[in-house]
């Protein structure tokens, strides 16, 4: 069974919720091109990382969720989120220099759950629900919308469980 990102749940809405992700490892790429073709041409270095890619020829267990970030217009980051208690000093070098580790620190952040079969309509329409129930709960984002999907991309859509997320800014 495929290991999933820890979080624990901070509080429940209506339609949302409100999760602390504690400090984790990305191996991120980036990648030019409309949303579903960048979301495809970052799998593939990233896969290859994890199947022993790199300098030490180590291979990684593949984890869930792959995240998908657009960072500007036909610019997103994709993502691998490396198994829960990485080490950001143990992470294998790349081979492929496309291929980056970020240390992620602990954060709190805001996640629609929905279900069913991506693409780029979806994520959008799923994301402004996502950022108007933060306005009606008076909370503040940080940063980009960015989706999580869990699922490989044959499994029949009905079945799919994808999330929509945003860091939000940690009360003082």
């Given at each position: 069974?495929?290991?999933?990102?820890?979080?624990?749940?901070?509080?429940?809405?209506?339609?949302?919720?409100?999760?602390?992700?504690p400090a984790h490892v990305l191996m991120q790429v980036e990648v030019e091109g409309d949303f579903m073709r960048a979301g495809n041409v970052g799998f593939g270095p990233l896969i290859s990382y994890i199947s022993g890619n790199n300098e030490a020829r180590q291979k990684i267990a593949m984890t869930a969720p792959v995240i998908q970030e657009p960072v500007k217009d036909s610019v997103h980051l994709v993502s691998f989120v490396l198994p829960n208690g990485t080490d950001p000093k143990s992470v294998?070098?790349?081979?492929?220099?496309r291929v980056v580790m970020k240390a992620m620190p602990e954060t709190l952040t805001a996640v629609r759950s929905f279900a069913g079969s991506w693409n780029e309509q979806r994520f959008e329409n799923e994301g402004n629900l996502l950022l108007a129930a933060l306005v009606r709960e008076e909370l503040e984002p940080v940063g980009n919308l960015y989706w999580a999907r869990f699922d490989p991309p044959w499994k029949p859509g009905f079945l799919k469980r994808n999330e929509v997320l945003i860091n939000l800014k940690k009360a003082q």
């Amino acid at each position: 069974m495929t290991e999933k990102q820890q979080f624990s749940i901070v509080r429940d809405y209506q339609d949302f919720q409100v999760r602390n992700y504690p400090a984790h490892v990305l191996m991120q790429v980036e990648v030019e091109g409309d949303f579903m073709r960048a979301g495809n041409v970052g799998f593939g270095p990233l896969i290859s990382y994890i199947s022993g890619n790199n300098e030490a020829r180590q291979k990684i267990a593949m984890t869930a969720p792959v995240i998908q970030e657009p960072v500007k217009d036909s610019v997103h980051l994709v993502s691998f989120v490396l198994p829960n208690g990485t080490d950001p000093k143990s992470v294998p070098v790349p081979a492929n220099s496309r291929v980056v580790m970020k240390a992620m620190p602990e954060t709190l952040t805001a996640v629609r759950s929905f279900a069913g079969s991506w693409n780029e309509q979806r994520f959008e329409n799923e994301g402004n629900l996502l950022l108007a129930a933060l306005v009606r709960e008076e909370l503040e984002p940080v940063g980009n919308l960015y989706w999580a999907r869990f699922d490989p991309p044959w499994k029949p859509g009905f079945l799919k469980r994808n999330e929509v997320l945003i860091n939000l800014k940690k009360a003082q």
